[in-house]
């Protein structure tokens, strides 16, 4: 699929160690025939790492899965282990640091362009913005209709960081969201389209998943504008039901010892 969509037009692919596709989104990049440097390709370093030489030695992996010289951008996935994530109060500033200091010198040395994170909060972001010479030039957050993080929306890009937003329809829960349908049926757009513009009007970039080409193609086509009071009404939907995905850690659950 990542050849169709930057056949369609998309030029920013991101994709992690933990989804296991590095290889495949490297062989789409390189079949695409779209010039390398036209194409910003981003991963993440699995959130387990917590160590200086385990994540260096990810990234070589990364780009050599890959078959690439270069990542756009990398990023910790995440600031605590999957199993701990709604668990513990750990935050792991120390492995962080240790990570983000890989992350600095594969930076340093061109194997990257640009180091970022992935759902921090602020005193994630803290720990690295006091501790380390590099501020995170982006964060990856969970932010769609009903579930909206202002305040680290504002700190972060008060910060100068990039927010990204990932699973903009809620892992598929927006799409039976009754007043996101109401106003989908507004604009005359899709649900889906009614997420995506939603976030981009938070001044996000975002990372919408999809897997057939009328659907990556759709998703690009958000030209419409919601209004100020119909933003302010998205806003305030209450938190949505992810359903069979809850059990995820991203969207509050946790994972037990046999996950």
């Not at 009903?146 to 927010?163: C, F, K, M, R």
């Not at 933003?231 to 994972?255: N, R, T």
Request: glycine share 6%.
């Amino acid at each position: 699929m990542v050849e169709t969509a930057l056949g369609l037009g998309y030029r920013h692919i991101d994709t992690a160690q933990a989804y296991a596709n590095e290889a495949g989104v490297g062989e789409g990049v390189k079949k695409s025939g779209i010039r390398r440097e036209d194409i910003f390709v981003n991963s993440k370093v699995v959130a387990e790492i917590k160590d200086y030489a385990e994540a260096k030695k990810s990234i070589d992996a990364s780009l050599m899965k890959m078959g690439l010289d270069y990542l756009d951008m990398m990023i910790i996935h995440n600031p605590q282990p999957w199993k701990e994530v709604n668990q513990s109060d750990d935050r792991h500033f120390e492995g962080n640091l240790e990570t983000w200091r890989a992350l600095e010198d594969a930076l340093k040395a061109g194997k990257l362009r640009a180091i970022g994170v992935s759902s921090f909060q602020a005193e994630d972001l803290r720990n690295l913005i006091d501790n380390s010479a590099t501020k995170p030039m982006v964060n990856q957050i969970l932010c769609h209709i009903g579930a909206t993080p202002q305040e680290l929306l504002d700190y972060s890009q008060d910060q100068g960081i990039v927010v990204e937003s990932f699973s903009p329809v809620a892992h598929g829960a927006a799409l039976n969201d009754p007043i996101s349908k109401q106003m989908a049926d507004k604009y005359q757009v899709s649900v889906a389209q009614l997420c995506i513009r939603y976030d981009w009007q938070l001044n996000t970039v975002v990372l919408p998943k999809a897997a057939h080409r009328d659907h990556i193609k759709e998703n690009a086509e958000i030209t419409f504008t919601i209004s100020a009071a119909d933003m302010a009404i998205l806003k305030e939907i209450k938190a949505l039901d992810y359903g069979s995905a809850s059990h995820y850690p991203v969207f509050g659950g946790k994972l037990s010892d046999n996950s």
